[in-house]
């Protein structure tokens, strides 16, 4: 079994000590360090590459909110603190689990097995940067704390929701819910299949049922187009694919 290579950073020595035992108990992680403060952190980081970190949040000297954001390359990291009103902001920083002190070892387990299954999805997402002539036929996005697989082919449409995006799939009832911007979506779609007709949605050409003025369908679903594509549009849709 690969393991995960782990640190942890709480200024206390008894919480450090209460996760060095922790890991101990679970085959799948390896204690490489553990760290008084984030800067003794950094100099680890910089030293071995880490694949999961186990982070305090009030802290002397710099919060472990604001150290995560600092790191050009973040490892995954599970925020382990006697506070709770950070739960909110470590959502946004797209963090594995966020654990509140004193963590039990059922949910220290827990949250380090989520860690290292999403570790596992990581490692076999094709690196579309290596494949630049083919398209992915997946990808993942997150939702609640857990990587979701999302197949292109099933996308419908997607619609951007200021902060968060709404994928529409065939094979489900209701959208995925991700944290994300439409762009960053966009990106990782194949541009002659995907087209963004309006500033909050992107569609499947291919599931494009009909189109009539600045309007198109598909399903249950009826989506605006904006002016400016609609020229554009109308040439994915009488171009093969």
Not at 2 to 11: E, H, N, S
Not at 59 to 77: A, D, I, N, Q
Not at 78 to 105: G, H, Q
Not at 188 to 207: E, G, T
Request: hydrophobic content about 40%.
């Amino acid at each position: 079994m690969t393991k995960l290579k782990c640190i942890a950073v709480d200024d206390e020595s008894l919480a450090r000590k209460l996760i060095e035992e922790n890991v101990q108990q679970l085959p799948f992680l390896d204690l490489v360090a553990t760290c008084k403060n984030p800067f003794e952190a950094m100099e680890v980081l910089q030293r071995e590459p880490i694949d999961l970190m186990f982070l305090d949040i009030q802290m002397p000297g710099m919060l472990g909110t604001k150290f995560l954001t600092s790191l050009r390359e973040k490892p995954m990291v599970i925020f382990v603190t006697a506070y709770a009103n950070y739960a909110v902001e470590s959502y946004d920083l797209e963090v594995v689990d966020y654990l509140l002190k004193p963590v039990s070892m059922e949910r220290f387990t827990k949250a380090a097995f989520k860690a290292y299954e999403n570790w596992q999805l990581r490692q076999r997402t094709p690196n579309v940067a290596e494949q630049p002539n083919q398209s992915p036929a997946h990808f993942f996005v997150n939702v609640e704390y857990s990587l979701v697989k999302i197949m292109v082919d099933d996308i419908t449409h997607i619609e951007g929701m200021k902060d968060y995006v709404k994928i529409y799939l065939t094979t489900a009832k209701r959208p995925v819910l991700t944290k994300s911007t439409l762009k960053g979506i966009e990106e990782k779609l194949p541009s002659n299949r995907f087209f963004r007709v309006h500033k909050s949605f992107i569609l499947n050409v291919d599931k494009v049922a009909s189109i009539r003025s600045h309007q198109v369908t598909i399903g249950e679903h009826e989506i605006p187009v904006s002016e400016s594509n609609l020229e554009e549009l109308m040439r994915l849709l009488n171009h093969p694919r």
